[in-house]
């Protein structure tokens, strides 16, 4: 557990204030852009509300104590203190609880399955919020004139058309004026709420958490089901769990207690009291706290604050995706770096269109983002059940929190995400399904590609044969040895690569040196340099080298070399041949899984980035050696 990423000194002064500054724009972003749609939502007419001064109380302490118990208490004191080594999110969260290297049974088995089952929710999550939060942006043209109306749905998808056709270019430049124009918005948001409270200051009787209860006992099951649009209040939490790592703990708790979190109360209460006294702004309580002179600039920022927000998921989604590659529960993809100073700045290419285009589909499927919000929240809320029950183990096993202080802070937590959860899952068929049916796509996939990996390992480690038995048969055949290095990759940390021993059997050479080389992905998100790697000597000028990296970097093998000596001596690139092995996967009837889960593995296999490709290995220092394996 670390108060700060990376064990760095806490931030104070200017630097403090500087993260801070970048931090609004990228982990405030989601939550951010709710009040334009979460209190409109509250009274959506399904509910079968009236917009009364009690219900709207009701509502606005509802929406208060979600802040403050979900956000300010769960997420800021509890759960950000759960780093792992400086890195947060949920897969981050699974590492603590289950080191991703180890053979799961039981218990822990269930807990990673738990931790998997949370990333695949937040790829719904990445596909639904950049539609939502553009949409319901553009869709206050509507209110300034019923003109705009049929260029909504249009406009929109020329918008998030844009908006991923820019990731190839990278954030690094436009990321610098996000954090200055989200503090806009948050001040845009304190100020035309504040006008409203201060006008009607009775508003602020709802921090009463009588008011909540009260709200329940009249509207019952309706009081309850309006929690699934309540929750959309606090919909961007998991974000700031997963961008620790970029800020520490001290500017995002800055933020969020200082501007974030009295900015969004302010205009919460603001477009209650409007309400309040104008009923019948409660179709559009937050564009109509403008004034019509206002109506086209406030459109404006908050489209280019949906916009940061929707950034802010996307790019989410591409680290998620990386550490997912990392941890072995994802086929190698591409991967670019599209800045060469700051760590983090990549673009993953398939994952950016499948989220473009599932986007566009959300938008033309559900053409409102009333109708959209109701696939909003199932999966949100179950990754936070989810992140509650990890934290509780880690909190326990790591660092030994009494068990009834976990029991009862695990209580506590899991009532107010249950209450949310469930009021949720009505939600279903009228568009929650889509999250949940992208999770279990996703879940299905990282699982079997998992699952595939362990069983072809184990169909290579069956004919294996150990260091000592390859240094007996160099012995006996004395093999010609030929000038330069030779590199075999191997995922296999003991025994002798199979392509090596192909290449022995078939041209009856070696080089004169002999490297086996793997790489091993450890439980934390990066390894210093001094820790990168180790060489051990095994006999007849040969050596394996392990090369350890984080689950947060990326593999690059010439760099690698670059800093490695053997024996005082260097790698020349231009003078090593790499030798990789090209494995064939067949689905058999033969113990393992499904015939058509280990046809969906070798498809995927098939489909993966070329090991080359992915390492950053020249192409033309690379020998593949083709190898069949049974499944």
């Not at 802040?67 to 203190?81: A, D, E, F, G």
């Not at 039981?106 to 990333?119: S, Y």
């Not at 279903?428 to 796509?441: R, T």
């Not at 050479?509 to 001094?530: D, Y």
Request: proline share 5%.
């Amino acid at each position: 557990m670390q108060e700060e990423s990376k064990g760095d000194s806490p931030p104070t002064g200017r630097r403090l204030l500087v993260l801070g500054l970048t931090a609004i724009g990228v982990v405030y972003g989601d939550i951010g852009t709710s009040p334009i749609y979460a209190i409109r939502e509250s009274f959506h007419a399904s509910y079968g509300l009236e917009a009364t001064p009690a219900n709207v109380l009701g509502v606005l302490s509802l929406i208060f104590w979600s802040l403050i118990l979900v956000i300010s208490i769960k997420y800021l004191v509890l759960v950000l203190r759960a780093d792992n080594n400086g890195e947060g999110g949920i897969i981050a969260l699974t590492a603590l609880v289950s080191p991703p290297n180890q053979k799961f049974r039981g218990r822990k088995w269930v807990l990673v399955l738990i931790g998997l089952f949370g990333a695949a929710l937040l790829y719904g999550d990445s596909m639904i919020t950049p539609a939502i939060s553009v949409l319901s942006a553009i869709e206050g043209l509507q209110v300034a004139t019923p003109v705009f109306q049929p260029y909504v749905i249009p406009i929109t998808i020329l918008i998030l058309i844009g908006l991923f056709a820019v990731q190839s270019h990278g954030t690094a430049g436009v990321g610098a004026v996000f954090g200055p124009i989200t503090l806009v918005w948050f001040l845009t948001l304190a100020i035309l709420g504040g006008f409203q409270v201060f006008q009607h200051p009775d508003v602020l009787a709802a921090i009463n958490p009588g008011y909540g209860f009260d709200f329940f006992l009249r509207n019952r099951w309706a009081g309850f089901l309006v929690l699934g649009s309540v929750f959309l209040v606090v919909t961007g939490g998991e974000a700031l769990y997963a961008d620790i790592g970029h800020f520490g703990l001290r500017p995002i708790r800055l933020t969020w207690f200082c501007v974030v979190l009295p900015s969004l109360l302010l205009n919460y209460f603001g477009q209650g009291a409007l309400i309040i006294s104008h009923p019948e702004a409660v179709h559009h309580p937050f564009y109509n706290l403008v004034p019509e002179w206002g109506l086209y600039p406030l459109v404006i920022l908050a489209t280019v604050a949906t916009i940061i927000a929707s950034q802010a998921v996307i790019s989410g989604a591409f680290s998620l995706t990386q550490q997912a590659v990392q941890l072995g529960y994802l086929p190698r993809l591409k991967v670019l770096h599209t800045s060469a100073k700051r760590m983090g700045q990549i673009y993953l290419p398939v994952v950016n269109w499948i989220l473009a285009i599932s986007c566009i589909g959300l938008v033309i499927g559900f053409r409102t983002s009333s109708d959209l919000a109701s696939a909003y929240g199932v999966a949100v809320t179950t990754d936070m059940v989810f992140t509650t029950v990890l934290f509780a183990v880690v909190a326990h096993s790591k660092w030994a929190w009494s068990k009834w202080i976990v029991a009862l802070m695990g209580i506590g937590l899991l009532t107010v995400d249950l209450s949310f959860w469930g009021a949720n899952l009505p939600k279903i068929p009228s568009g929650g399904w889509f999250p949940l049916v992208i999770a279990g796509i996703m879940f299905l996939v990282m699982t079997t590609w998992k699952r595939g990996r362990r069983i072809l390992s184990d169909r290579l480690s069956e004919k294996i044969i150990s260091h000592e038995e390859f240094v007996e048969i160099i012995q006996e055949m004395n093999p010609e040895r030929v000038s330069g290095t030779a590199i075999f990759m191997d995922s296999h940390p003991e025994g002798t690569p199979h392509a090596l021993l192909h290449n022995l059997e078939h041209n009856k050479i070696l080089h004169e040196r002999v490297f086996f080389l793997t790489l091993i992905t450890r439980e934390v998100p990066r390894v210093p340099k001094q820790d990168r790697y180790e060489v051990q000597a095994l006999g007849e000028n040969t050596y394996r080298i392990l090369a350890y990296y984080g689950f947060a970097e990326d593999p690059d093998v010439p760099k690698l070399l670059k800093h490695c000596e053997v024996e005082g001596e260097g790698f020349d690139i231009e003078n090593t041949t790499f030798f990789l092995g090209r494995e064939t996967m067949l689905a058999t009837k033969e113990p393992g899984m499904a015939i058509w889960r280990e046809k969906l593995f070798a498809r995927m296999s098939r489909n993966a980035q070329r090991a080359a490709s992915y390492f950053n290995i020249p192409s033309e220092r690379v020998v593949e050696i083709g190898t069949q394996i049974e499944l």
